[in-house]
């Protein structure tokens, strides 16, 4: 498809210039009209989807305590998906690391496409596994985790999550890890995917082992999963939306893919106690297409509320 998208760059002037040369008055109008139409087509399928966003967000949130607390986060990479190449994902790895987080946390769908493991090329199963064996390269004093996403058990939880571990990220699946820090220790905790084939995901059963007295903060690839997770929790990370892929002026984002994405599509959300921040991520899924929704990493920097 990319390589058709080309083709269309290519040729599409040509043939723009071939019809305003024979048309007329109402002929110039349609040609007028089809060339922006192109131009963007040629943005939303070739150049923003290729882009590179870093987003710096603050969150004071009444769960935390203590100094402030820098996270990288990185989701919905969809290696193999048209945009996003091993090499790609290293580079936008590398531009992660240089924002120096403390803590680097993935949120999923390291898979690109749907059809499972069996069902694809070796070239494309060496791409997606290669891409989570890439996590491997980023840096933060407080460690690297992760949690899977749909795309992954579509593609084969267990083998992406072998691929993962075998990064040194470990994968959080309804469990948590307690972080220490000379300022205060912070609990970390991982939802099951909605498609997983082992649990489902529980915030309950996710944080059963961590005090009230420590803040705690939830990684989930789904941000339907965001009603379950308790006041008391400083802030939650969902990607999974890609922020619609596609948002439209004064229409919106026509399509989103679950009804959480729908109702917490993009950005920060606070609601009484709780947070919530959606990622868009890097990657694309079902059309290789970013119109105002540019690929991102983004940098939370969570703090205590005044």
Not at 8 to 34: D, K, N, Q, Y
Not at 84 to 105: F, K, S
Not at 121 to 132: E, H
């Amino acid at each position: 498809m990319i390589a058709l998208a080309w083709i269309g760059a290519v040729t599409g002037p040509f043939a723009a210039w071939w019809l305003w040369r024979r048309g007329a008055t109402i002929t110039h109008v349609v040609v007028g009209i089809l060339a922006v139409a192109y131009l963007l087509a040629v943005w939303a399928v070739l150049i923003e989807p290729r882009t590179l966003t870093v987003r710096h967000v603050a969150v004071d949130s009444p769960g935390w305590r203590g100094p402030p607390l820098r996270i990288g986060v990185l989701s919905d990479t969809h290696v193999g998906s048209g945009h996003v190449t091993v090499p790609g994902l290293r580079r936008t790895l590398a531009r992660l690391n240089a924002e120096r987080p403390d803590l680097i946390v993935f949120l999923g769908d390291y898979a690109g496409g749907h059809l499972p493991e069996g069902d694809r090329s070796p070239a494309d199963r060496a791409a997606v596994l290669d891409g989570a064996a890439a996590l491997a390269e980023a840096r933060a004093p407080l460690g690297r985790y992760a949690v899977l996403g749909n795309h992954d058990w579509w593609f084969g939880g267990p083998s992406v999550e072998a691929a993962v571990r075998g990064a040194g990220v470990p994968v959080l699946e309804n469990a948590a890890v307690r972080i220490a820090r000379p300022e205060g220790a912070f609990w970390l905790a991982g939802l099951a995917d909605l498609y997983s084939a082992r649990s489902a995901p529980s915030a309950a059963a996710a944080l059963g082992e961590v005090p009230a007295s420590e803040p705690a903060i939830v990684l989930t690839h789904w941000p339907d999963t965001f009603p379950g997770v308790p006041d008391r929790v400083a802030l939650t990370l969902a990607g999974h939306s890609h922020c619609g892929q596609v948002n439209l002026p004064f229409v919106g984002r026509p399509v989103l893919p679950s009804p959480g994405s729908a109702r917490w599509p993009c950005g920060l959300y606070r609601e009484g106690k709780r947070r919530l921040y959606v990622t868009g991520g890097v990657g694309t899924s079902i059309l290789p297409v970013r119109f105002r929704a540019p690929p991102e990493i983004v940098i939370v920097t969570l703090s205590a509320a005044p």
